[in-house]
């Protein structure tokens, strides 16, 4: 007969558990108040380059 395994340790199951929902999560979006274009949150818009309510980006001046 086959013989079991030795146990696994609390880690280690931890982190193969961890490694099973890595990938199920879609990318988390936000709406810029500047041009109300999708962009991730606490970040630049990548369309307009504002962050804040303030120009971050050389090209934020050139979008308005």
Do not use: F, W
């Not at 990938?23 to 818009?45: E, R, T």
Request: glycine content about 10%; aromatic content about 4%.
């Amino acid at each position: 007969m086959g013989v079991p395994k030795g146990k696994t340790s609390k880690a280690n199951r931890r982190m193969n558990r961890a490694g099973r929902n890595a990938g199920d999560n879609a990318p988390v979006l936000s709406i810029c108040p500047q041009c109300h274009a999708y962009k991730q949150p606490h970040h630049a818009c990548p369309e307009c380059g504002y962050y804040k309510g303030r120009p971050v980006h050389a090209n934020a001046e050139v979008a308005k």
